[in-house]
């Protein structure tokens, strides 16, 4: 490939040095690679919102994609450094559960042997003295780099058969036509994007006979945010494909008060 | 171009994935895109801060750049999807007044010819689904990708006459050796740029015989903040060629309580 | 040079558009330079902040990197716009102490033939029209970008013999077996990083016989985050062969009530 693209995914903010390290080491393995930051604003240590971030970035990304992603609680410890690669894409990062549902699903959609994961051994490819601390910069980014300029994935170290998978929180019916989810991320403007998806709503009925529910809030779902009026709340589905409730023009999270976790009802009028 | 430009400009923040989707979608059409952020810290929905940043970026681009803006509180509604090309640069976004200023310019110094605008209606430069609240990645970011890449103009869509411009606040003669203006952006150093121009000065007479009066604050025009103390305010033409109010070494917003809106006055003194 | 790799730090934030400016400049001069952010959230005129940032990314660029710094408290004073080049990378930025250290330690590796420094002062080099405020814009990223490009150093300006140098605190032996340094810089996880550096502590013996006093709190020396308790405090060399003061998961600056300048103690137990 002439212009590998390698995205970075992490908790470490970027007021630090650790990001533009990571990004020196790749440009001196890989020199023609687009480096491309999806967020280093994860909320340290919170490996659902890695992955909740991760997923819905990966889809428009171009084929080959390294995908690297460094939220890494256990950095010194036992978990494992990984790589796999599906048909569209590449992961590498630690095996802390960040890559369970991409895994589990190109697994489900791909044969088992299009879909390899790898354990990131090999000293050729991590730099010479791998810190206790570091992992990025050490084992990560070099495995990255190295794979976007075309080493094969065999080649980084043995073949593994599952990756950490940590159970996520789903929708549960109350009855045909009720579904009770919980709010899982809230974005800059303040939208709190939840467990619910298109999919769970087309189970419900067409959107204009459902109502979702969130604190002592009725909210009608809509198509687009210019439904209501500015500073009105509704709820829709976002660009991520799950349910959003959202505020026109200002912060469904600090106009509702709503908080990770917190649920949401949607049911038939 | 071998390696086209393409800026930029957005309300997103850097928290969450809307910013690295969008640079996804870019780089799988035009892979060997220079893509930079100008800012992704637009106060949400701002278009006149958005528009500000915009101007004061756009002149040390190389020839060609795309600039790409998403400040989009109407996105869903009505507004147009637009792109317009001058001799110097391109230039994408919802046509919600960010592009008035730059396009009455543009329409000003060159030939109505030579700039040139499109609604963006062609299926084959947008993503196949279309969402209803993300259209910079749906409809902007390959719009951008695909000039970038060499697509004429005129191949994304039917050709508009008129951008929309929104009224900006000017500056009020008082008297002839009074012009009282206003704060119009506050940048991280917390220098207050106002809405009077160098030209306005020039009208004025020589920087040592004008004062500008912030509050009642009464400050020296001066060259740089070296020609004060560290901690002491002045004003001072800015790098945007703008008058600024700033404080040497510190935040003119903090010490002398300025805010967007606050009126300054400059007179002979 | 194919893909030149120049990188940026500075206290400008990333709100406005200077930095997009800088790239801008870049681009046009450099063209297929890979631009790469260290740090836009120095502490506003933070020399000290800057300059440890630094160099904990340089020795993971590729050789021949140019790294621009613009930290500039007395920009439109007298003090010097320089450059300097050392067999591994290129420096540019204000002459206000920020690359003493990396002067002097280059200054002692190599020969002086090997390190050479100039004051910008070729008008060719810079934009046409230098502004007092803005010399990251007119002076700096035009200079980085010409050497990038392959422009020889010598052609920027006048040689310079030395650059500015300011103290840094150092640790100091209380006794011969117990030393006390100062925290210098304290990162996005709440890491404390001193001024004590693994070459102090092999001096005072192995870690399992040491033990770190930072305020009323005894911490054990240990080798990974892991070895504690999440929520633990610890101390450990970390990524920049620093001594730092952390807590497992969490923040030693908040859970310890640590900041810049804090003392810590490292003595035999």
């Given at each position: 490939?002439?212009?590998?693209?390698?995205?970075?995914?992490?908790?470490?903010?970027?007021?630090?040095?650790?990001?533009?390290?990571?990004?020196?080491?790749?440009?001196?393995?890989?020199?023609?690679?687009?480096?491309?930051?999806?967020?280093?604003?994860?909320?340290?240590?919170?490996?659902?919102?890695?992955?909740f971030?991760?997923?819905?970035?990966?889809?428009?990304?171009?084929?080959?994609?390294?995908?690297?992603?460094?939220?890494?609680?256990?950095?010194?410890?036992?978990?494992?450094?990984?790589?796999?690669?599906?048909?569209?894409?590449?992961?590498?990062?630690?095996?802390?559960?960040?890559?369970?549902?991409?895994?589990?699903?190109?697994?489900?959609?791909?044969?088992?042997?299009?879909?390899?994961?790898?354990?990131?051994?090999?000293?050729?490819?991590?730099?010479?003295?791998?810190?206790?601390?570091?992992?990025?910069?050490?084992?990560?980014?070099?495995?990255?780099?190295?794979?976007?300029?075309?080493?094969?994935?065999?080649?980084?170290?043995?073949?593994?058969?599952?990756?950490?998978?940590?159970?996520t929180q789903q929708p549960t019916?109350?009855?045909?036509?009720?579904l009770v989810g919980a709010v899982v991320y809230?974005?800059?403007?303040?939208?709190?994007i939840t467990n619910i998806t298109?999919?769970h709503?087309?189970?419900?009925?067409?959107?204009?006979?459902?109502?979702?529910?969130?604190?002592?809030?009725?909210?009608?779902?809509?198509?687009?945010?210019?439904?209501?009026?500015?500073?009105?709340?509704?709820?829709?589905?976002?660009?991520?494909?799950h349910l959003?409730?959202?505020?026109?023009?200002?912060?469904?999270?600090?106009?509702?008060?709503?908080?990770?976790g917190?649920?949401v009802?949607?049911?038939?009028?």
């Open positions: 490939m002439m212009n590998p693209v390698i995205t970075l995914t992490t908790d470490f903010g970027t007021r630090d040095s650790y990001v533009g390290v990571m990004k020196g080491v790749i440009l001196g393995i890989c020199p023609t690679a687009q480096v491309v930051d999806i967020s280093h604003e994860i909320p340290p240590q919170n490996i659902a919102a890695a992955a971030v991760l997923r819905t970035a990966v889809p428009y990304f171009p084929p080959g994609t390294v995908h690297l992603v460094v939220v890494d609680p256990g950095v010194g410890s036992e978990r494992q450094p990984v790589a796999f690669a599906t048909p569209e894409a590449v992961f590498v990062g630690p095996d802390n559960g960040i890559f369970g549902a991409l895994w589990q699903q190109a697994r489900e959609r791909w044969s088992a042997a299009a879909v390899q994961a790898v354990r990131l051994e090999e000293p050729r490819f991590r730099r010479p003295d791998v810190s206790a601390t570091f992992h990025g910069r050490d084992i990560f980014a070099p495995a990255a780099a190295h794979l976007a300029a075309g080493v094969p994935l065999q080649d980084l170290g043995p073949p593994l058969d599952e990756l950490l998978h940590l159970p019916w109350e009855t045909d036509t009720s809230i974005d800059h403007f303040g939208n709190c298109a999919a709503l087309e189970q419900l009925g067409a959107p204009e006979h459902l109502t979702a529910t969130v604190r002592t809030h009725h909210l009608p779902l809509a198509h687009t945010y210019a439904s209501v009026s500015p500073g009105e709340a509704l709820a829709l589905v976002g660009s991520s494909g959003e409730i959202a505020v026109r023009d200002g912060s469904a999270s600090h106009t509702l008060a709503i908080t990770p917190t649920a009802k949607v049911e038939k009028k």
